[in-house]
């Protein structure tokens, strides 16, 4: 339902060319990271997604529909492209000013601030705000039509570990509502533990589309950091369903070999809890920075659907910085 479609996408400013033969989908009840390093074009995307900026080709819909043509948008898509706002507004008038241009109760004002926590803060002026404030403001303006879909530029870019902690979980859950999400950042770092899909873009161009877990794979085996109280009979385990065991006596232990899931099942069935799960970071970082560097190859994947056309690889146009 709402599901964004965006095919063949392409905009040229002067000699830049901004955004070439871009096509990728995010997908209802999913977080997908719209991810590509400054300059590459990702703002340019996002901004014909929302009409702001005519293509000079292609498509871009909502559920089908171009943003333009919806009858009421922010009924449908709720956008936060900057957490600026006037600063001598109280958060409370902010939303006022939203939900009036929209058209909705004015219940709506204390429910999505509610929603976002901000109902201590609710009549401050906005100038005293934090930047995790102001991003919880902007994602409870875009909320304020009840949009089945998402569009937020840089929600996580500058929080503190806190409001990342809080926009991580607060995203996770409206795509566990049947969300649409589609997030950009610089950084893949800073959304990794938030996303399920990835779009990456490098100088306008796809350079990948798919799960988190395709980028993963695509790399050569991931190396995953486990610890437990028994690091000894953890390791023993491990090994024995197949693992390679590294700094078995450090505090974590490096496992290639096993997938995270099957580490989880393995501490469940021998009994032996883990006090740390996660991929090493690292590799996942490596795999991104090679993508957005050049060379990398348009991902395998059904998001990418109709993307990984044999143009979109490594030629790049223009002098996008
Ligand atoms: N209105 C414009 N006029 C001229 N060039 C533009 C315009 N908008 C964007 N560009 C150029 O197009 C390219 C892509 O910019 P865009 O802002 O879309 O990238 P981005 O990935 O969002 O980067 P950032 O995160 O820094 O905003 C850049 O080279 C930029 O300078």
Do not use: C
């Not at 429910?111 to 401050?124: F, Q, T």
């Not at 566990?176 to 899909?197: N, R």
């Amino acid at each position: 339902m709402g599901r964004v479609e965006v095919t063949g996408l392409s905009k040229r400013f002067g000699s830049v060319q901004a955004v070439q033969s871009l096509s990728f989908t995010a997908e209802p009840g999913r977080v997908t990271g719209f991810l590509g390093p400054n300059g590459s074009g990702k703002t340019t995307t996002l901004s014909m997604v929302l009409g702001l900026v005519r293509p000079d080709s292609g498509t871009a819909t909502i559920g089908g529909t171009p943003y333009t043509e919806l009858p009421r948008p922010a009924l449908t898509v709720g956008v936060s492209l900057s957490a600026d706002f006037h600063s001598a507004h109280t958060g409370r008038a902010h939303l006022d000013i939203v939900r009036r241009a929209i058209g909705v109760p004015a219940s709506a004002v204390a429910e999505k601030l509610e929603l976002v926590g901000l109902v201590d803060a609710a009549d401050r002026k906005t100038g005293s705000y934090s930047l995790g404030m102001r991003q919880r403001l902007a994602l409870a303006a875009a909320l304020m039509g009840d949009p089945d879909v998402l569009l937020l530029d840089e929600p996580i870019n500058g929080l503190d570990p806190e409001g990342i902690h809080w926009i991580r979980s607060f995203l996770k859950h409206l795509a566990s509502d049947g969300k649409t999400v589609l997030l950009s950042s610089h950084l893949l770092s800073e959304v990794q533990q938030t996303v399920d899909d990835v779009v990456v873009i490098r100088r306008g161009e796809l350079a990948f589309a798919g799960t988190l877990a395709e980028l993963q794979q695509g790399d050569s085996e991931r190396t995953i950091l486990v610890s437990a109280n028994d690091q000894a009979a953890l390791a023993r385990a491990l090994e024995l369903a197949g693992a390679k065991v590294h700094g078995v006596r450090g505090d974590v232990m490096r496992v290639v070999g096993l997938e995270p899931e099957k580490i989880g099942e393995l501490s469940l069935a021998t009994a032996i809890p883990l006090s740390h799960l996660s991929v090493e970071e690292t590799e996942l970082e490596q795999s991104f920075l090679e993508l957005i560097e050049g060379g990398g190859s348009s991902g395998p994947s059904s998001h990418g659907a109709g993307s990984s056309d044999p143009e979109s690889s490594p030629a790049i146009e223009g002098g996008a910085s």
